[in-house]
């Protein structure tokens, strides 16, 4: 009997044609395993830190200042005395909660906006635009600075807020493009004509359909959030400097300069500097996870 060729392999150099094996992908092939490690050794690092710090952040020890990196002070000491190695896991903490809670209010005012945007009038949604673009065109630590100034006041939870009102402008406009483009489908026409509301309509019908696209912006938020606390901070109209944070520790750098004391900028700034790191890889990879996902649609 003889064989089908219905599947043969012909033309020149056939035998040397490989057919690629599909291979099994593993869940962690492509993710930042690294950055995900380390920062979550960081967070719960600072999360309990009163489990892993060797001294009482706060406490002033004036017989101790300005001391190097030793066996009882593992980072060393500040210009006041105290435990550079606690203040960093208890002021890591402080910077982490304000980047998370700017984010969660930059976020949630980006979405109503941004909705609000792309269900509007062709007129009302130019002019909120042209409104968001005028803020974009301004340096965010301007606009930061400036309605800083207006509140006059400098505790943690007033820093959050200002760089959370202030941080909002281009999660809204991803909003809008994706609004616009799912506002005239079946589900949300019947939605609307079964009495659906607004809230309704963005929780159930337009949300799910976004969030994904707007996940690396938000991760990228709070990487800002923490970079513009430590930016005002190290200006002096941050958090006053007995509030611990990665900020206000970086603010000492000028007088760790004239006394020679590296270790109170190098140390604080490694940590920033890598939880930074590990937060843009993590954006990194949800963008690209996005991006390649809506190419295969």
């Not at 056939?14 to 099994?24: A, C, F, G, L």
């Not at 982490?96 to 979405?111: C, D, E, K, Q």
């Not at 906006?113 to 965010?140: C, H, K, N, Q, V």
């Not at 941080?167 to 909003?175: C, E, N, P, Q, T």
Request: proline share 3%; glycine share 8%.
């Amino acid at each position: 009997m003889e064989a089908d060729k219905t599947f043969q392999l012909v033309g020149a150099g056939y035998k040397d044609t490989v057919v690629p094996v599909e291979r099994k992908q593993h869940w962690w092939t492509g993710r930042p395993i690294c950055s995900m490690v380390i920062l979550g050794i960081i967070i719960l690092a600072c999360v309990g830190c009163r489990f892993f710090m060797t001294h009482d952040p706060t406490y002033m020890d004036l017989a101790s200042y300005n001391l190097a990196p030793n066996g009882e002070f593992w980072f060393g000491t500040d210009t006041m005395g105290r435990d550079i190695f606690s203040m960093i896991l208890y002021g890591g903490r402080i910077s982490l909660f304000i980047g998370i809670l700017a984010t969660v209010l930059s976020t949630f005012i980006a979405v109503v906006y941004g909705s609000i945007s792309g269900i509007a009038p062709g007129w009302l949604d130019e002019g909120m635009m042209r409104f968001t673009e005028i803020l974009l065109s301004i340096p965010s630590i301007l606009i930061i600075i400036f309605v800083q100034a207006l509140i006059g006041k400098d505790n943690i939870l007033v820093i959050a807020f200002v760089i959370g009102i202030t941080s909002w402008m281009s999660i809204s406009k991803i909003v809008r493009t994706e609004v616009r483009q799912i506002r005239e489908s079946e589900y949300v026409i019947a939605s609307r004509c079964m009495g659906g509301g607004f809230w309704h309509i963005l929780r159930v019908h337009l949300l799910p359909n976004f969030v994904s696209s707007i996940m690396f912006m938000v991760v990228m938020n709070v990487r800002g959030a923490i970079v513009a606390e430590s930016t005002l901070s190290f200006l002096g109209i941050g958090l006053p400097i007995e509030v611990i944070s990665w900020g206000s520790m970086l603010s000492l750098a000028e007088k760790a300069l004239m006394t020679n004391s590296w270790w109170m900028i190098l140390i604080p700034g490694l940590f920033l500097v890598i939880t930074l790191m590990c937060i843009t890889n993590i954006g990194n990879y949800i963008r690209k996870n996005v991006n390649q996902r809506q190419s295969n649609m």
